[in-house]
């Protein structure tokens, strides 16, 4: 059973940088494909970013691409989503999120997060 645990969110202006951190416990770090998503009030989960169990594939929205990066860290068994150029229209709950091996664009994750909320302000 995995036990994800997001930190990071918080308040920021529009334009500005956040970093969210997922510390993932309770199974082999390395055969999990990792992954965030968001959901705004009253909206669906939207998939932001998600990386491969070996760290060599990544996959973005198209919304996201070019100022989100997502990375894991096997020594610290973290995955973190580092923000840029934030948007008001980003405020959301984030989730970290996983499942054996692939990652995928649905919500068919096994595992998620409690959820981190981030803010931004215009």
């Known amino acids: 059973q995995i036990h994800l645990v997001e930190s990071g969110g918080g308040l920021v202006q529009a334009g500005g940088s956040l970093r969210l951190s997922c510390v993932v416990s309770g199974g082999t770090f390395s055969r999990y494909a990792l992954g965030w998503f968001r959901q705004a009030p009253g909206k669906n989960f939207e998939f932001v970013a998600a990386i491969d169990s070996d760290g060599k594939v990544t996959e973005y929205s198209d919304s996201v691409k070019g100022r989100f990066t997502i990375t894991r860290d096997s020594s610290k068994n973290t995955v973190d989503l580092q923000m840029e150029r934030l948007e008001p229209e980003e405020s959301a709950v984030y989730y970290c999120?996983?499942?054996?091996?692939?990652?995928?664009?649905?919500?068919?994750?096994?595992?998620w997060g409690q959820g981190t909320q981030v803010t931004v302000s215009s």
């Open positions: 999120v996983a499942r054996l091996y692939l990652p995928v664009r649905t919500t068919n994750w096994s595992f």
